[in-house]
């Protein structure tokens, strides 16, 4: 059995590399955008919080609106050409009731929509909303990604 590097991915992380690597996290209403390069095999992985960065205090990929961008940034510093990349959504989950009222998880997915639809990078698959968790692993060198439902409290 192969061995592949791994790398957990925190929450507000951000990480891209142009070699085999096994990219996890897990999301309950957060959201994981995982974007893959198929001609030169990169990929990376976002892991958001909530959806806007209003530009008050630190800018930071807590947010969507700039997680997204970094990523795509990154993967573009790694020579991939933005039309080559394609994208898989993950999370978004109602996970926590007294969250819910803000729509967390469904803003959060419908920002990732909206910035990957604007950049014309497609979306390939999703697995999002629900009232469950999920841990996925992303393997960059290929774009697959495993996925696992989590009990209803993460």
């Keep these: 059995m192969a061995k592949y590097e791994k790398y957990y ?20 209403s957060c959201v994981a955008v995982c974007l893959y390069d ?8 976002n892991h958001y919080m909530l959806p806007l960065w209003n530009g008050d205090g ?5 947010y969507g609106n700039v997680a997204i961008y970094k990523l795509i940034e990154e993967m ?15 999370g ?15 803003r959060n997915i419908a920002i990732a929509y ?25 393997r960059s060198s290929t774009g697959e990604v495993l996925q696992k439902y989590l009990n209803k409290s993460v």
């Design 114 to 138: 909206k910035i990957l639809g604007e950049e014309g990078i497609p979306v390939l698959a999703s697995s999002t909303g629900g009232d469950r968790g999920r841990k996925i692993i992303f």
């Design 38 to 45: 198929p001609e030169n095999a990169i990929g990376g992985m």
């Design 9 to 28: 991915l925190q929450p507000s992380g951000v990480y891209v590399v142009a070699h085999d690597c096994l990219i996890h996290t897990v999301l309950g």
């Design 76 to 90: 573009i510093k790694l020579g991939v050409k933005k039309e080559n990349i394609v994208a898989k959504i993950f």
């Design 92 to 106: 978004g989950g109602k996970i926590l009731n007294d969250i819910n009222t803000f729509h967390v998880g469904e």
């Design 58 to 62: 630190l800018e930071s990929p807590r």
